[in-house]
């Protein structure tokens, strides 16, 4: 059986560190898992628990690829000290319907990476904050890579060693679970 991961990259921009980082992943899976890519978060419209029943395309393209995934992996730059808001908007919409939703026991892991030395570190805390909240099971362990700007090569790897390293540990966390 394969182990489906769903990468979601919180960054809207085409390019960014973060989409980077889940392409780096794809290079450090361990067998039998594959991390497949949901990018429609800019359609997400804002949560509105009145559109609960009936939220739309987006939403519910969202909630069927989190429910689809054995684990899903959250990629998150960091804005303003935070996540972004609509990488948060996503996840609420995941968390919902209260009792029902498709975050509810899902394990779910957490990178970020940033141009700053930090790795968007505050970022990836309240990610897991509020996955932990949603009811997903956070693994333990993080991938934070700072001064993302010089961290890839040309092929989308990490180029530091213990980078990959700890991105593996963190995917092979995610397939246990």
Same mark, same amino acid.
């Given at each position: 059986? /394969?182990?489906?991961? &769903? ?10 560190? =973060? ?7 794809? #290079? ?37 690829? !989190?429910?689809?995934? #054995?684990? @899903?992996?959250?990629? /998150? ?6 996540? %972004?808001?609509?990488?948060? =908007? ?6 919902? %319907?209260?009792?029902?939703? !498709? ?17 968007? @570190?505050?970022? $990836?805390?309240?990610?897991? $904050?509020? *996955? ?5 099971? @956070?693994?333990?362990?993080? *991938? ?6 010089? +961290?890839?090569?040309? #092929?989308? $790897?990490? &180029?530091? #060693?213990?980078?990959?390293?700890? &991105?593996?540990?963190?995917? /092979?966390?995610? !397939? +246990?679970?």
């Amino acid at each position: 059986m /394969t182990i489906t991961i &769903l990468g979601i990259a919180g960054s809207l921009r085409g390019e960014s560190f =973060n989409r980077r980082l889940l392409a780096a992943a794809r #290079h450090e899976l361990p067998p039998g898992a594959e991390l497949l890519v949901w990018d429609d978060l800019a359609a997400v419209p804002p949560f509105d628990e009145d559109a609960e029943e009936a939220p739309g395309e987006a939403v519910t393209g969202l909630r069927k690829a !989190v429910a689809e995934a #054995h684990a @899903v992996l959250i990629a /998150t730059p960091e804005y303003n000290n935070s996540l %972004p808001g609509q990488l948060k =908007n996503a996840l609420d919409w995941a968390s919902r %319907p209260y009792g029902a939703a !498709v975050l509810t026991g899902k394990p779910a892991g957490v990178v970020g990476a940033s141009p700053g030395p930090r790795g968007a @570190v505050t970022a $990836r805390a309240d990610a897991r $904050r509020v *996955l932990a909240a949603a009811g997903a099971r @956070v693994v333990d362990g993080e *991938l934070g890579v700072g001064d993302a700007f010089r +961290r890839f090569d040309e #092929h989308g $790897r990490l &180029l530091d #060693h213990d980078l990959r390293t700890a &991105l593996a540990d963190l995917l /092979t966390a995610l !397939v +246990r679970a």
